[in-house]
């Protein structure tokens, strides 16, 4: 059998187009039609007010509004604990202290119960966290009103991390609007991609100007290298942004097409108890559906999340482990955490399955094949 990745980029009819273009044109560097266009289309999805800075990392996006909202050293950031340790990573750029919240059971999403505990307890200390970092989770809306109310309640900015939520919405408001700042991933296995980039989503076009003033080296407006801040090199460049700028062009149908493959796992598991599938609680969210996600109940029946994820690399189908926990990891042990074990329950018990936009009819017929093969033998 081929080899069926997890989450594999998949190209459009435009992208050498582009970057043809680009190249014939001389602009090769960080400036250029496709950064322009790509610019543009980014901010007419995400409407006004909102302001993209086109950056060559979603994690670069996560520096940036850190930086912008003047989080310095020992400085305590909320941050999910749920989550890839690219969120957490820029807290420490800044040497500040993160606050690693768990996550609650319908979205994975970090528990706004928590979060208000956590942060009535880092007041009591006489300590005042100075953001609070959510994530979506697989694309997975989190729930937005209760963390803007708590957010607004203690007067604590929101960086909203929605690196893979590119496409999902919650009451219909687009995931990556919500905070004092968004984020969003370009990474290879993104719903679409630039190969690697990300984008941060402003508030204003004043954050948009300082966010790509800093991007640049900080280099002051002079006739000559005048520099009177810390700078980083983190601009897109205009070959990047071309392959974006042609993804962009089919992002709902993407999304669709995610959607398409969610619907397809939820048939395969619908009659066999003890495997949920991540889902959307109500109407009021709509998940790009990423990556499809499930979680297996070993007593119900009989095999792990291990075995499922050995048995289908048998036949070349790739498949992941959820996030283990940023508080579980070694490099961020040592710093508070609030919560029970739902994020623990995620990673010991879930799995990502292959969702990339590329899936064909072939590959859902394989993956279903050993799939249901190996519950039935299992079960009997």
């Known amino acids: ?30 400036y250029g039609e496709n950064l322009s266009a790509f610019n543009k289309k980014l901010e007419r999805y995400f409407s006004k007010p909102n302001k993209i800075a086109l950056l060559n ?6 520096h940036l509004a850190l930086i912008q909202l003047g ?25 500040a202290i993160p606050i690693f919240i768990d996550s609650e059971a319908d979205t994975w999403n970090m528990c706004p119960v928590q ?27 989190a ?10 309640k203690f007067s604590i900015p929101i ?15 687009k995931c990556g609007s919500f905070g004092e700042f968004g984020i969003i991933s370009f990474n290879g296995n993104k719903i679409i991609t630039t190969s690697s980039g990300g984008a941060l989503i402003c508030s204003s076009e004043d954050q948009k100007i300082k966010a790509n003033f800093v991007a640049t080296q900080a280099k002051a407006n002079e006739p000559f290298y005048h520099h009177e801040e810390i700078g980083y090199n983190y601009s897109m460049s205009n070959i990047t942004a071309g392959i974006g700028r042609a993804q962009m062009e089919v992002l709902k149908e993407r999304v669709l097409k995610r959607r398409e493959i969610n619907a397809f796992y939820k048939e395969i598991f ?33 095999f792990s999340n291990g075995d499922l994820k050995m048995e289908l690399e048998k036949y070349n189908i790739e498949t992941r482990f959820l996030w283990k926990p940023l ?30 936009s590329n899936l064909t009819k072939q590959d859902k017929n394989n993956i279903k094949t050993v799939i249901m093969r190996f519950i039935s033998n299992k079960i009997n």
């Not at 081929?2 to 273009?21: D, G, H, M, R, S």
């Not at 990392?57 to 996560?62: C, P």
Request: aromatic residues 10%; hydrophobic residues 40%; contains cysteine.
């Open 143 to 152: 729930k937005m009103d209760d963390i803007v109310k708590i957010s607004k």
């Open 57 to 62: 990392s979603g994690t670069s996006a996560i």
């Open 115 to 141: 979060l208000e505990i956590a942060i009535k307890d880092r007041l009591s200390l006489g300590i005042k966290p100075k953001a609070i970092i959510v994530v979506h989770s697989y694309g997975m809306p």
């Open 159 to 173: 960086i909203e991390d929605a690196a893979g939520a590119l496409g999902s919405t919650y009451k219909g408001l």
């Open 270 to 302: 619908e009659s066999i108890n003890g495997i949920t599938l991540l889902s959307e609680p109500s109407q009021y969210y709509y998940s790009n559906h990423w990556l499809t996600c499930i979680l297996i109940n070993f007593e119900e029946v009989g």
């Open 327 to 356: 508080h579980l990891q070694p490099v961020f042990s040592d710093f508070p955490y609030y919560g029970r074990v739902i994020s623990e329950q995620l990673f010991n018990t879930g799995l990502c399955l292959p969702s990339g």
């Open 1 to 30: 059998m081929k080899i069926i990745k997890l989450a594999p980029p998949y190209k459009t009819i435009n992208e050498v187009k582009y970057v043809e273009e680009a190249i014939l044109n001389g602009e090769i560097s960080n």
């Open 71 to 95: 989080i310095k050293a020992n400085d305590e950031v909320i941050c999910q604990s749920f989550t890839f340790s690219a969120t957490a990573n820029p807290i420490c750029y800044q040497k």
